[in-house]
C-alpha cells in the first residue's frame, strides 16, 4: 500500500539557518502530496501541497517540489525562525478513496 | 468562519469505561476521519466517512466506533475493548472525489486513562 518515509528527528537549529526535512513515498498511482505543521497542543494544519510531477508547493517561506523520478517531496526553508518550531508531517493523499498516509512526523526546535 | 470543532479538549477515561469524542464541521465536506496519534507514529487512520450513514474501518479500528447520523457531526467511541486508549485525536473533513485537495484538522482531543 501507500507509504510515506520521512527523516526522523528532533532536528535543532539555530535561527536563519537553513533547515531541509527529507520525505520520500510509495504510491502505486499519482498521488497528492502535502506538508502538514503541527504546533504545541494543536491540530494540524496545511503547510503546502502539490498535485502533479514537477509541481512546486510554497507557503511562509517553504517549499518543496514534487520529485515522480525520486519519489521524493522534501521541505526547505532558507532561514528558519524561532516561530517555526514544531512537528512537521509529509503526507500522500490516495485519489482512489482520499485516506491520507502519514510520515512519522519531524520535531524541529529553532533556538534564538 | 468555517472550521472543525472538537470537544474536550482533555478527556480522562476509567478502566472499563467508554467515553465519546465529538466531532463537528460546519465546512460542507462529504467525508470525514478519525486519526490517533501517538509519538513517534504519525497520525494512524481509525474510521473514516464519505457519507451520511455510512463509515469504513481504518487501520486500527478496533475497540472503536463511531456513527454519522448528520453530515455535520462524527462522534468517536472509545470503547472499554480498546486497551491502550491514551493518545492525542484528531478528527479532519475534506471534500469527496477530490483527494488533491487537503483535510481540514481540528484541534484534537487529548484521552488519558485514570
Known amino acids: 500500500g501507500d507509504s510515506v518515509t520521512q527523516m526522523e528527528g528532533p532536528v535543532t537549529l539555530s535561527e536563519e539557518a537553513f533547515l531541509t526535512i527529507n520525505c520520500t513515498y510509495t504510491a502505486t498511482g499519482y498521488p497528492s502530496l502535502f506538508w502538514y505543521v503541527q504546533y504545541p497542543g494543536e491540530g494540524l494544519q496545511l503547510l503546502l501541497k502539490?498535485?502533479?510531477?514537477?509541481d512546486k508547493g510554497s507557503n511562509k517561506g517553504f517549499e518543496a517540489t514534487y520529485r515522480k523520478e525520486t519519489t521524493s517531496f522534501h521541505l526547505e526553508k532558507g532561514s528558519v525562525q524561532v516561530s517555526d518550531s514544531a512537528v512537521y508531517f509529509c503526507?500522500?493523499?490516495?485519489?482512489?478513496?482520499?485516506?491520507?498516509?502519514f510520515g512519522a512526523g519531524t520535531t524541529v526546535t529553532v533556538r534564538a | 468562519d468555517g472550521g472543525i470543532t472538537q470537544s474536550p479538549k482533555y478527556l480522562f477515561r476509567k478502566e472499563g469505561q467508554n467515553v465519546t469524542l465529538s466531532c463537528e464541521q460546519n465546512l460542507n465536506h462529504d467525508a470525514m476521519y478519525w486519526y490517533r496519534q501517538d509519538p513517534g507514529q504519525g497520525l494512524r487512520l481509525i474510521y473514516y466517512s464519505q457519507i451520511v450513514n455510512d463509515f469504513q474501518k481504518g487501520d486500527i479500528a478496533e475497540g472503536y466506533s463511531v456513527s454519522r447520523e448528520k453530515k455535520e457531526s462524527f462522534p468517536l467511541t472509545v470503547t472499554s475493548a480498546q486497551k491502550n486508549p491514551t493518545a492525542f485525536y484528531l478528527c479532519?473533513?475534506?471534500?469527496?472525489?477530490?483527494?488533491?485537495?487537503?483535510?481540514?484538522f481540528g484541534d484534537g482531543t487529548r484521552l488519558s486513562i485514570l
Open positions: 479532519a473533513s475534506g471534500h469527496l472525489g477530490q483527494g488533491s485537495q487537503p483535510q481540514h
Open positions: 503526507a500522500l493523499s490516495d485519489l482512489d478513496d482520499y485516506k491520507l498516509s
Open positions: 502539490a498535485t502533479k510531477a514537477d
